[in-house]
């Protein structure tokens, strides 16, 4: 069988991991000769905040500078500066920020397929565009394409928040390979890692932002254009990796990596072999795996 090839417009990704000044703030309060540090974030999705002096005088801080810190939606306190010395104190600070949890420590997880869907199904590899070009792709790019029917329900590989939804976007141009008009559905999952669900009919989400949704819940519709292999679900993971160097940009100490996600199946666990085609399957240990003992009582008591 002919392998198929979805191209992925690479800055599609890219802006997950540019700087977010509009939507953070950092400021300080003095509190009993104490300077008392908070970041607000007006957005609806998790941020790291980078803060860091480039003038520290007689003062020390009760967390390790620069400061890096994920900051979720509203206002959150984040350290202090308190007197060092005899002299007096002086500080100026600046503050950068991106899109995501840095530096997550990702849990060995399982995940399900991410639809939901009675036969089985051919799994593709995307490829960057620059990659076709001959020119160097991204390290540890993965992204899977997953050639739904037309209405088959896109499901959530793995529990966490919706974070971002974009849901009236999809193009109708089948002949268009590298494009941004893609509708997409990013779940924050506990470790800080990110599901990204690309491509699928317009208007027929079936969550909100904010909401939590649970390993095999309903996400979308697959789009009816699928058939083409163009307009397949496109799904990956990807977590924030950031890097402070005095010597370079903000703007470069930010990177986009990959995670490698090892598939829950009827017959085992399994990486993904572009060479076979995957059946869904869900059961109650996929549900509950990352669950506390108070969550999984819970969720099934609601099952009873």
Known sequence: MRLFFI???STIIALNVNAQRDYIEVSNEVKDDRYEFYGINTSSRVITVVVFFPKLQYLRS???????AA???GRKRLFQLEKDGTGTPDFSYRYWSFYGVANPKVKDVLYA?????????KVMKVQQARELLGQEGTEGFRYYSFRLEPGTVITAARGGRIERIVSDNQGNDNSLDYTRKR?????????GTLGVYQNFANGSSKVKKGDDVLTGQALALADDNSKTGRGSLIFGITYLEVKVEDDRDPKEWSTLKYVHPKFKLQS???????????GSFVDEALITQEMSKREKKKY???KN
């Open 268 to 278: 085992g666990e399994e990486y993904i072999d572009f060479s076979k085609e995957y």
């Open 71 to 73: 900051i979720q939606p």
């Open 300 to 302: 099934l008591k609601s």
């Open 113 to 121: 397929m991410p639809f939901k869907a009675e036969g089985k199904i």
């Open 7 to 9: 191209f992925f417009f």
């Open 183 to 191: 509708n997409q559905i990013e779940v924050r999952h506990k470790d």
């Open 62 to 68: 009760t967390s390790r500078l620069p400061f890096v």
